[in-house]
């Protein structure tokens, strides 16, 4: 059974900073890319990060320099710091499995996690 359990998210100052992890099980988890969303009310889910199998980086404009995506293949975990955080980072966080191929990430369906929530807020 696929499974992802994320988990790190809380309420925070602008400012500061979170780590989320997410802890996948189900897969063979170092042949897949693995992906970070973020979703608010009324709008789509968006990718935040990904990272491939090779360890390849790719971040959305938003989030770059300021988040960090690794992965254990060991602990079968991926993770996402987040560092200067503002109240617009403020969403439900996913992590996702995907493939990558010609530049682009693609999110497999029903790898999903049930999220983890991040507040920033004063």
């Known amino acids: 059974q696929v499974q992802f359990v994320e988990f790190g998210g809380g309420t925070v100052q602008p400012g500061g900073s979170l780590r989320l992890s997410c802890v996948a099980s189900?897969?063979?988890?170092?042949?897949?890319?693995m992906g970070w969303y973020r979703e608010v009310p009324g709008k789509e889910r968006d990718l935040v990060a990904y990272?491939?199998?090779?360890?390849?980086?790719n971040y959305s404009d938003s989030v770059k320099g300021r988040f960090t995506i690794s992965r254990d293949n060991a602990k079968n975990t991926v993770y996402l710091q987040m560092n200067t955080l503002t109240p617009e980072d403020t969403a439900v966080y996913y992590c996702n499995a995907g493939d990558y191929g010609d530049g682009d990430y693609y999110p497999k369906a029903g790898y999903w996690g049930q999220g983890t929530q991040v507040t920033v807020s004063s």
């Open positions: 990272i491939t199998s090779d360890g390849l980086q």
């Open positions: 189900g897969i063979v988890f170092s042949h897949n890319a």
